[in-house]
């Protein structure tokens, strides 16, 4: 198989696999935490080359579940005030946080309807802003940032 025909099948296996392109988003956290493509494999506890290749389109798939754990916990860690906010303490803070973890996946850990639970997360933007404010900070980050803008649009919307 040629090589672009591989990349493509990756890239449709990865948006299958994990809802978007592996580059997408790890190119969000290289530029959300202002760091080296090099040193976020460091933090997630890849190599380098490896993540390259899964960012391009090269590999297919995150073998090891440790490492996607880590990705997941740096998604959520941007969702911090502080770290939304551009603090360069609470920045260092998170990435090392999620460097020194040791995240197990287990089929106790592992949720029943393969998502995530969100409501902690909307019960928070709801705090901190009105719905027509989160729908409309959804529509301005959704060309760049559509997994977070999904979530600002859900927080907007009326809970009951």
Known sequence: MEDHKIVQRNVSLQ????????????????????????????????????????????????????????LIM????????????????????ALEDVKESRPTVSRDSMPLAGGTDDQPVLTALREVAEGENLIAAAERLDPDFPAIADLLRRAGKDPR
């Open 74 to 93: 740096l998604e959520r860690k941007v969702l911090l005030p502080e770290v939304a906010g551009g603090s360069k303490e609470a920045i260092q803070a």
């Open 15 to 70: 948006r299958e696999w994990y809802g978007e392109p592996l580059g997408d988003r790890v190119r969000r956290l290289v530029v959300a935490f202002d760091v080296s493509q090099a040193y976020l494999a460091e933090v997630l506890g890849i190599s380098a080359p490896m993540l390259s290749q899964v960012m391009s389109g090269r590999r297919a798939k995150i073998g090891n579940p440790v490492v996607l754990a880590r």
